[in-house]
């Protein structure tokens, strides 16, 4: 069976693969092989990867909300668009999550010319800056020109001393974080020229799609109890991450949710955190 991805390459449809996913999502794999055993009775020669997520996703959502939510991250992250302004506070968050102190949007005069620092984020004596990239579809990269066009910012930003979290601090590192993935060119061009890079596949062990699992540091896009408007107002208050609802109940109550849907959309943050 020959299915579409998202850039219009054609592939066989791998059903071991789509088992994996739905198992990585909290699914049992009897519920897997029956997710996977009824999407492969319905699936046609020449179907898109998008309509096959579609499927697993609604068939996976009527067994456990929470676990649909892992399955839907990607396009949880890609909600946080499309100007990227939320997806810089979500990386903020997962520094923070890592004891980083973090600012955001800061505007700094380099030797050469003005610059807008997404993030900068602090540990120990280490400061860094972080230039977040992001794209709206799963298939675009972040090819070698992003961390040349970052690198040489950087190397405008280095040399200078600034009060950031204190007085007198230089900007010692380098980060660029995007949603989507790298190129292999812009990969080996990061390593070379000590940038380090974050991206949904990359590095491996590290990755967005890994580390979320690490302290429920998932936004709140990916709760399939929340309709699209109710998510973009919680982003509006601040509230970026699904566990911190767990404080900010009121929230849920002041966007007017209804106590019964409270309860379920409460019940699902349970389920993902297992916080409460």
Same mark, same amino acid.
């Given at each position: 069976?020959?299915?579409?991805?998202?850039?219009?390459?054609?592939?066989?449809?791998?059903?071991?693969?789509?088992?994996?996913?739905?198992?990585?999502?909290?699914?049992?794999?009897?519920?897997?092989?029956?997710?996977?055993?009824?999407?492969?009775?319905?699936?046609?020669?020449?179907?898109?990867?998008?309509?096959?997520?579609?499927?697993?996703?609604?068939? @996976?959502?009527?067994?456990?909300?929470?676990?649909?939510?892992?399955?839907?991250? !990607?396009?949880? $992250?890609?909600? =946080?668009? &499309?100007?990227?302004?939320?997806?810089?506070?979500?990386?903020?968050?997962?520094?923070?999550?890592?004891?980083?102190?973090?600012?955001?949007?800061?505007?700094?005069?380099?030797?050469?010319?003005?610059?807008?620092?997404?993030?900068?984020?602090?540990?120990?004596?280490?400061?860094?800056?972080?230039?977040?990239?992001?794209?709206?579809?799963?298939?675009?990269?972040s090819d070698v020109k992003v961390p040349m066009y970052v690198f040489s910012r950087f190397?405008?930003?280095?040399?200078?001393?600034?009060?950031?979290?204190?007085?007198?601090?230089?900007?010692?590192?380098?980060?660029?974080?995007?949603n989507t993935r790298f190129t292999a060119d812009a990969i080996a061009f990061a390593e070379?020229?000590?940038?380090? @890079?974050?991206?949904?596949?990359?590095?491996?062990?590290?990755?967005?799609?890994? !580390?979320?699992? $690490?302290?429920? =540091?998932? &936004?709140?896009?990916?709760?399939?109890?929340?309709?699209?408007?109710?998510?973009?107002?919680?982003?509006?208050?601040?509230?970026?991450?699904?566990?911190?609802?767990?404080?900010?109940?009121?929230?849920?109550?002041?966007?007017?949710?209804?106590?019964?849907?409270?309860?379920?959309?409460?019940?699902?943050?349970?389920?993902?955190?297992?916080?409460?």
């Amino acid at each position: 069976m020959k299915i579409v991805k998202h850039s219009g390459a054609v592939v066989n449809f791998n059903p071991e693969k789509l088992v994996e996913s739905l198992l990585k999502s909290g699914a049992d794999s009897f519920t897997a092989e029956a997710i996977v055993k009824e999407i492969t009775s319905e699936i046609y020669e020449g179907i898109s990867t998008k309509n096959i997520y579609k499927k697993a996703f609604a068939l @996976l959502k009527k067994h456990t909300n929470s676990h649909a939510a892992r399955y839907n991250l !990607r396009a949880a $992250i890609e909600m =946080l668009g &499309p100007e990227g302004f939320y997806f810089e506070k979500y990386i903020a968050r997962l520094f923070e999550a890592e004891k980083y102190t973090t600012k955001t949007n800061v505007v700094l005069q380099g030797n050469c010319v003005m610059h807008e620092v997404d993030i900068l984020i602090k540990k120990n004596d280490m400061v860094a800056m972080v230039e977040c990239k992001f794209h709206g579809g799963k298939e675009a990269a972040s090819d070698v020109k992003v961390p040349m066009y970052v690198f040489s910012r950087f190397n405008d930003l280095r040399h200078k001393t600034y009060n950031l979290f204190s007085s007198k601090e230089k900007i010692t590192d380098c980060w660029i974080v995007t949603n989507t993935r790298f190129t292999a060119d812009a990969i080996a061009f990061a390593e070379c020229s000590g940038i380090n @890079l974050l991206s949904w596949d990359y590095p491996e062990k590290r990755s967005l799609k890994s !580390r979320n699992n $690490i302290d429920c =540091l998932y &936004p709140v896009t990916c709760l399939t109890t929340l309709s699209r408007a109710e998510k973009e107002k919680i982003l509006l208050l601040d509230v970026i991450l699904v566990k911190e609802l767990v404080d900010n109940r009121s929230i849920l109550k002041e966007i007017g949710i209804s106590s019964n849907r409270i309860k379920n959309v409460l019940k699902e943050v349970s389920e993902l955190c297992k916080c409460f």
